[in-house]
């Protein structure tokens, strides 16, 4: 028959006391550690938005262009990249022969003239005759009036059209701006139709830029600027409603606000655009965890209490990144006594003067 083992009252009631006493030494020695000393930096906004920086080039929706009204020799032409203000001859085609023309029809406009006015003159004569002139007399004169008179019509429409040809064979600058293209030399004879110049303004040059479809919607509000000193603010002029299926690129053009634009025909630059991002705020330098799980933050409460909170990292700046996150202006983060953090732990942040 085996033995039952047995212990003694007096040892229970001695690892009873022992294990009393060292747990109550536990925690009198964790109760004694102080909380982590730490310094912290607030959060600050950022009201410019969500930034890109996108390539645009300088372009124009079309060039105005001079053709030759009428068959004429070129006799004057400014070559290309002549600037010029409004007013100013740009090309000039022979007239001569047109003037001469026009004489011979103002000619024939006085003789249809005064015949028109001795067939009226007669006509009323004949009709005052009453039963003394034939119903057929009068009515040839009548023919003739009507004639002499369509005669005179025919004439001024001619020369009408003649005048508005002599007009056109001289080409003015509508604006001041620039001769872009020639595709005619002086000396040149030119049909009616051939082309003679191109010409661009300069306020209506505009700027094109390449927006990805991920970064910019129809239906957000973007602010287009100037990636330079001046910071000057560009308008939408029209977005392009259909996307580059290859490149998934929409293309928008921009003009500045005083409509015009220094920058040569198809220079590149870079523009940047802002969208609006209550979520982007301006961390401390020192306050960035990177880590392979994502970069996060440690945010502390009224309470000292410590929080981590993820964030995505937008760009980095001279003393401060831009990142997104559910950070607010004036959130404190820990920037620095971080190494062995915990979530939910507290600490003591430093009587020193908060980071900027």
Same mark, same amino acid.
């Given at each position: ?6 212990? $003694? /009252? ?9 294990? #009393? ?26 009201? *410019?938005? $969500? ?5 645009? &080039? ?14 004429a020799k070129l ?18 085609? *022979?007239?001569?022969? =047109? ?15 005064? &015949? ?40 001024? +429409? ?8 002599i007009n056109r064979?001289?080409?003015?600058? /509508?604006?001041?701006?620039? %001769? ?7 000396? &040149? ?52 409603? #259909?996307? $580059? ?7 928008? =053009? ?5 409509? &015009? ?9 870079? %523009? ?11 961390? /401390? ?10 970069? =996060? #933050? ?40 971080? +190494? ?17």
């Open positions: 028959m085996r033995k039952k083992h047995s212990i $003694d /009252p007096i040892h229970i009631r001695l690892f009873i006391f022992i294990s #009393v006493f060292l747990t109550s030494f536990a925690i009198s020695a964790l109760a004694s550690v102080p909380a982590p000393l730490v310094k912290v930096a607030k959060i600050k906004s950022w009201r *410019q938005g $969500d930034i890109s920086i996108i390539n645009c &080039e300088i372009s124009v929706p079309f060039l105005t262009t001079f053709s030759s009204e009428s068959d006799t004057y032409l400014l070559p290309k990249g002549t600037e010029v203000k409004k007013g100013d001859l740009i090309a000039e085609q *022979q007239s001569y022969y =047109y003037l001469k023309q026009l004489s011979r029809l103002e000619q024939e406009l006085a003789v249809s003239t005064a &015949e028109l006015k001795f067939n009226n003159k007669e006509f009323n004569r004949l009709s005052s005759l009453g039963n003394m002139i034939s119903a057929t007399t009068l009515e040839n004169f009548s023919l003739k009036l009507e004639q002499s008179n369509a005669k005179q019509q025919q004439v001024i +429409s001619e020369i009408d059209e003649l005048e508005h040809r064979l001289r080409f003015f600058a /509508p604006k001041s701006g620039t %001769v872009v293209n020639t595709y005619s030399e002086p000396g &040149e004879y030119l049909n009616q139709g051939k082309k003679v110049l191109s010409f661009l303004s300069n306020n209506e040059k505009e700027i094109n830029c390449k927006v990805p479809v991920a970064e910019f919607g129809i239906n957000k509000k973007a602010v287009f600027s100037l990636l330079n000193g001046n910071k000057q603010q560009l308008n939408i002029k029209r977005i392009n409603q #259909v996307v $580059d299926n290859t490149s998934q690129f929409v293309n928008v =053009y921009l003009n500045a606000q005083n409509d &015009e634009i220094s920058q040569l025909l198809g220079q590149r630059l870079k %523009v940047k655009m802002s969208i609006a991002n209550n979520r982007i705020t301006r961390l /401390p330098v020192d306050g960035l965890n990177l880590a392979k799980t994502g970069d =996060y #933050v440690w945010q502390i409460d009224k309470e000292g209490k410590v929080a981590k909170v993820y964030v995505k990292l937008i760009s980095n700046q001279l003393d401060y990144f831009l990142v997104e996150s559910a950070l607010k202006e004036g959130d404190l983060v820990i920037t620095l006594g971080k +190494s062995g953090l915990t979530v939910n732990q507290h600490v003591e942040v430093s009587s020193d003067k908060e980071a900027s």
